[in-house]
Every structure is written in structure tokens, then in C-alpha cells.
């Protein structure tokens, strides 16, 4: 037998059907009418079906949900959610097999810092941002020494100095660079060599030279070093379809200095060289050769901003893909910190970046050599800021200075 409900005497309702869907809607109990003789309005009825089970509180809209719907829906949840975790673990094992594989493919440099004591370095400044050495390499040889197509070593004593060093300082927000030319012949002490031209620390010692030199000249520490050759810098140029530069006027040829026409000009690899490497035909000599290897880069980069390379992790890999083909890094940078460097620069924008040389203080001539000296007091205040993560304050308080302006002979 049925239970009987204790106050009117009715069975005991029975819960719905379980196979009711879950957007289907329920049925809707009936309101007493309060029509029947002697009955007033909000009254419990005496029909079947009537009584304390049909108190607001008692209403079948308001009972416990189903046991079976309950599961029904956990079921439904518990595959939502699955689904979702293999999205997005799908879409993260994606990035990461790109960040490794493209990655992997650029070479690393051993050995490229200083065996120097600790003490006798720059001490790093924490939350000061990052700080990369740039360098391009004056190989006279047609064969690759950086890259992954790399056929000899990135260094072999007295087979190449460096042509080009930049120091780039990266801010810890990631939304300024500053970067900064140290022109090849400028007049510093080398250690174990006594004073020389800086571009002979790379000849003489390789890239752990090369650093330490610079440390020493900036009280910078490096955090990371990228060196190119002019073979690699043919083949980055032409991988990206070329870059346009503009010449603001007419510069004639002087020797074997090519002319170049005023107006803009599209450049593949080979004429990008000639660009980049020219300095006998330029009034500044290796001061407007540094400012040109800027207007190149200045415009890689904008092509880089423009096509939405940083801001997207797929196209992020091939760029990566690209340079890992022609340009060597140190290799305390694993492929994790690689991928994710190029990645955070995704908010940096063109008017964040700023190009300059080191303060100049005049030419001079040590013995035979004409040489570039740097102005002390100037350059320690830039060198200050750099360390500092103080660029910004740096550029606010000195304007322009000697920043790069849109007109590069």
C-alpha cells in the first residue's frame, strides 16, 4: 500500500519521470479557484489532488531536483569541463612544441661570458629590466658562422672582428628599448690587452671578451648576447621579403662607396649590406655608419610590428624559425626564455624604441689609428640609467639628445 500524506489523507507523490529533458518545461500546478460553495479564496481544496501539498512551499516546481537529473547534469558539467581542460591543453602542448621546436633551432654560443671573478663584474640590478649585447660580425668569408647553417665557428682567434655592437636595454615592463651603438672604433681598455679599438676584443678573445670589455666600459651587466654574420644579415633581409629605407637626400659615390639617389628605396639582402656597411662616403664616417645599421634595424622592426608577428604565438614560431637560421645566442638562454622574451615584447611599440650612440667626445688618433673617444660624464649618466631601469627619466630630462631622427644619410 501507499503511504498516506499525515494531513490530507492523499498517497505520496512521486517524483517525474527521469527521462524528462532538462529544457523541457515543467508542468505547472493548478491554483486553487476559490469558485466552489463555501469555499473561500486562498483556502486549501478538499479535491483529490488538493490539501497541504498544494502550499506554496509544497508546489512540485519547487521540490528537490530528481536524483537522475541531478546525475544528468553532473554528467553534463563534468564533460564540459573536460572538454574545455582538453582545449586548452591541446592549444598549450601546441605552444609549447612550437616554442621547442623553433627554438631549438637557433645555435647557441658556449662559453660566451666572463671568467672573471664575481666581484669583478657589474652586479645585476634586480627589477632593472634586460640588458642584450648585439653583434655583427666583419667575417670575409662567404662560409656561415652563425645560425643554424652555421658551417665554422661563430669564433676563431683572429678570424673576425666585430663591424657592429649594440647594447639593447630591454625595460622590466617590456614597453621601452633603448638601444644604443658603441662605434667599432671607439678607444677602450681590453682586458689582458691593454687599450685597442673594441672591435678587437671580439678578434682577440670571442664573445666572453667582448662582453667583458663592455661591461667594463658601461658597468652594465649583459644578460644575454646575439651575434650575426654579414651572411646571416643578407639572408634575415631577404627571409622577410626586404625592408624599405628611405634616403633623405643624394649621396654621391666616393671610391667604392656606392651612390645612392634621394627617395625610398626597397632593399634586398645584398643592397642592404651595402647600406648598412658604408661609411667612407658618409660626413660622419663610422658615426653615420652606426646611425644607418639603426635605420635598418629601426625598419625590420617596424615591418616585425606591422604584420602582428609579436602578438601572435603561431606566427611568433616562425619569426623565431627564421632568425634561429642565421643568428647565434648565448646559451644560458634555454628555449623557454627565448620564446617567452619574443613574447613579451608583444605591447612594445614603435615610439617606445629609441636609437642612439654612445655620447660622442670627438675623434683622435692613437699612434697610427684613428680612434673614437667617448664623453665620460655623459656616457656614466646613460650608462646610470640603463642600469637603473631609468630610461624614460633619462630621455625626459635630455629631449632628443642624440637620439635617432627620421633623416639617416
Known amino acids: 500500500m501507499e503511504p498516506e500524506d499525515e494531513q490530507s489523507g492523499e498517497p505520496e507523490r512521486r517524483p517525474a519521470p527521469s527521462g524528462l529533458s532538462l529544457f523541457e518545461p515543467r ?19 478538499e479535491e483529490p489532488g488538493g490539501g497541504a501539498g498544494d502550499r506554496p512551499e509544497d508546489l512540485p516546481g519547487d521540490a528537490p531536483e530528481p536524483p537522475s537529473r541531478r546525475r544528468r547534469t553532473r554528467r553534463v558539467l563534468l564533460w564540459t569541463v573536460a572538454t574545455l581542460l582538453a582545449l586548452v591543453l591541446g592549444a598549450g602542448g601546441a605552444l609549447w612544441w612550437t616554442a621547442e621546436h623553433y627554438a631549438s633551432s637557433v645555435r647557441r654560443i658556449p662559453d660566451a661570458f666572463p671568467t672573471a671573478p664575481e666581484a669583478a663584474q657589474p652586479k645585476p640590478v634586480p627589477d632593472s629590466g634586460l640588458n642584450l ?5 666583419d667575417a670575409r668569408s662567404d662560409t656561415p658562422t652563425t645560425g643554424s647553417a652555421a658551417k665554422a665557428p661563430a669564433w676563431q682567434a683572429g678570424a673576425a672582428r666585430s663591424d657592429t655592437m649594440m647594447l639593447l636595454h630591454l625595460s622590466e ?16 681598455p681590453v682586458p689582458g690587452h691593454g687599450e685597442a679599438k673594441l ?3 671580439y678578434s682577440w678573445g670571442g664573445p666572453a671578451l667582448m662582453t667583458e670589455t663592455v661591461q667594463n666600459l658601461t658597468g652594465i651587466r649583459v644578460d644575454h648576447l646575439a651575434v650575426i654574420d654579414w651572411n646571416g644579415f643578407r639572408a634575415l633581409t ?48 663610422d658615426l653615420d655608419r652606426t646611425k644607418r645599421q639603426q635605420n635598418f634595424l629601426r625598419a625590420l622592426m617596424l615591418k616585425v610590428m606591422d604584420s602582428g608577428t609579436l602578438g601572435s604565438p603561431a606566427r611568433l614560431g616562425g619569426l623565431l624559425g627564421t632568425v634561429g637560421e642565421v643568428v647565434s645566442v648565448d646559451d644560458r638562454l634555454s628555449n623557454t626564455d627565448l620564446f617567452q622574451l619574443a613574447w613579451s615584447l608583444r605591447s612594445l611599440r614603435p615610439d617606445g624604441v629609441r636609437f642612439l650612440n654612445a655620447p660622442f667626445g670627438g675623434f683622435a688618433t692613437r699612434g697610427e689609428q684613428s680612434v673614437v673617444l667617448l664623453a665620460d660624464r655623459p656616457a656614466e649618466r646613460l650608462w646610470e640609467a640603463i642600469r637603473n631601469d631609468r630610461t624614460e627619466q633619462y630621455f625626459q630630462e635630455r629631449g632628443a639628445g642624440d637620439t ?3 633623416d639617416v644619410d
Open 199 to 201: 672591435n678587437a676584443a
Open 173 to 188: 615592463d617590456r614597453r621601452s628599448a633603448t638601444l644604443v651603438s658603441l662605434p667599432r672604433d671607439t678607444w677602450v
Open 27 to 45: 508542468e505547472q500546478p493548478r491554483e486553487p479557484s476559490g469558485d466552489r460553495p463555501g469555499e473561500q479564496p486562498g483556502e486549501p481544496s
Open 133 to 137: 649585447l648585439l653583434v655583427g660580425l
Open 404 to 406: 635617432l631622427g627620421a
Open 238 to 285: 631577404d627571409a622577410v621579403g626586404g625592408v624599405d629605407i628611405t634616403v633623405p637626400r643624394t649621396i654621391e659615390g666616393v671610391g667604392e662607396a656606392r651612390a645612392w639617389e634621394a627617395g625610398t628605396h626597397h632593399m634586398d639582402g645584398a643592397t642592404a649590406l651595402l647600406y648598412v656597411r658604408e661609411r667612407y662616403g658618409l660626413p660622419g664616417g
